[in-house]
């Protein structure tokens, strides 16, 4: 379990981390969402010690990491790099090796991840040769290839494609599955949704909200679009277990609100009269969160 407690980082006038607290739980992914200018890059630097807090810590299984306690720290920046000239898998293999492993198990890991990437049969081209989501998947496989115990992927989705995403996201699932804490700061709200556990919603600097996706997400919101919505209003305000109830009038009349359940809900429809639509819908984290950031 990796814990940040009331992160501060200020320059000068500005503030880019105020009092951020956050807990990114072992065999889970958590991703940091924002918009470009929310601190999330300035927060991955802070947990992997790039850049030193004004006040708080960073803790990992309770023990207050300092400089120097990140080496099996699994970390990708948002300014990708790498050796065009290098074979695929020399890249993977030395980078692994700046962490301490042995050579035979870089190649090894290297071989694998290569393997479950769609890459066995590009590991000895050299880097420059490679498409775009190919060098991103590389990019991923060299963040994984010591064995990590934390990884941290700043814009963690950039250059893959749906192929690739799909492959990366398949790995970081089962890494996270032997126990470690996986954090993707990322802009693209519906990939973390799609794919995160846990997601912490960072603006301006603040956790705005945080939680399990389902926590997020809430419950549904029930529509229904009916030609007498006064009735439909009045008779679903009445009902137990129904709540928040309104009307939008546009391209046919809804009326839509909260139910205790699905059960309630479809009961509290099939007395109403005139129904043309009956459907539950859920807004994204986008939808509810990022327009107040």
Aim: net charge negative; aromatic share 6%; hydrophobic share 45%.
């Amino acid at each position: 379990m990796l814990t940040l407690k009331e992160v501060s980082l200020r320059k000068g006038k500005r503030t880019y981390l105020d009092e951020v607290s956050l807990t990114a739980e072992a065999g889970r992914i958590t991703a940091i969402v924002g918009t470009r200018s929310a601190g999330r890059t300035e927060l991955v630097r802070v947990i992997m010690g790039l850049i030193a807090a004004d006040e708080g810590t960073v803790e990992l299984e309770d023990f207050e990491l300092d400089f120097g306690d990140r080496q099996n720290f699994g970390y990708l920046p948002a300014e990708r790099g790498g050796y065009p000239n290098m074979r695929v898998i020399d890249q993977i293999v030395y980078l692994a090796r700046l962490h301490g492993i042995t050579l035979g198990a870089a190649e090894r890991n290297a071989l694998t991840l290569l393997s479950h990437l769609d890459l066995a049969d590009r590991g000895y081209a050299p880097l420059k040769n490679l498409s775009g989501a190919e060098i991103a998947r590389v990019d991923i496989a060299a963040t994984l290839a010591a064995d990590p115990d934390v990884v941290v992927l700043d814009d963690a989705f950039a250059g893959l494609d749906a192929a690739s995403l799909r492959l990366v996201m398949s790995l970081l699932r089962a890494h996270a599955s032997s126990g470690v804490p996986v954090i993707l700061a990322t802009d693209d709200w519906e990939a973390a949704q799609t794919f995160a556990d846990d997601v912490i919603v960072l603006g301006q600097g603040k956790v705005t909200a945080s939680g399990s996706v389902e926590k997020l997400l809430g419950d549904p919101r029930y529509r229904v679009e009916t030609t007498d919505t006064e009735a439909a209003e009045s008779a679903l305000a009445s009902r137990t277990g129904i709540s928040d109830v309104s009307v939008s009038r546009g391209e046919g009349s809804v009326v839509s609100f909260r139910a205790d359940d699905a059960k309630t809900a479809a009961a509290a429809v099939a007395e109403l009269k005139s129904v043309k639509n009956f459907e539950s819908v859920r807004p994204t984290l986008a939808e509810q969160y990022k327009e107040a950031l």
